[in-house]
């Protein structure tokens, strides 16, 4: 399974974003898809994540200005960025729980996209 992500750039204060992620591979089911950011120095932390029926997830910061969908025919999330602040810059990593089959077997595992970089400044 690969998560390829991509919709990141450089964008001024205020501005928006929309990132989309999507899984290939021989996928039977993903339950749960999400996205993470990264700032330099910092940890990794969770923005948002969204199940296979739609129930949301949000990190505080993200509330009000950020919104997770996905399309479940796709194998694709997104994140759309309203109201970007400078503090908003950081590599966005997708992230998913795919159920697949490698050969004759399904594997159940968290698998991680490449990151997309995010940068708000004027």
């Known amino acids: 399974v690969q998560l390829q992500a991509s919709g990141g750039g450089l964008v001024q204060p205020g501005g928006s974003l929309r990132l989309s992620c999507a899984a290939s591979?021989?996928?039977?089911?993903?339950?749960?898809m999400g996205w993470y950011r990264q700032a330099p120095g910092k940890q990794r932390e969770l923005v948002a994540t969204v199940t296979s029926d739609g129930n949301t997830n949000l990190a505080e910061f993200a509330k009000g200005r950020f919104t997770i969908s996905r399309d479940n025919a796709k194998n694709t999330v997104y994140l759309q960025l309203n109201s970007l602040k400078p503090e908003d810059t950081g590599v966005y990593y997708c992230?998913?729980?795919?159920?697949?089959?490698?050969?004759?077997?399904?594997?159940?595992?968290?698998?991680w996209g490449q990151g997309t970089q995010v940068t708000v400044s004027s």
């Open positions: 591979g021989r996928i039977i089911r993903i339950s749960r």
């Open positions: 992230n998913a729980d795919p159920l697949y089959w490698s050969g004759d077997e399904m594997v159940a595992l968290n698998a």
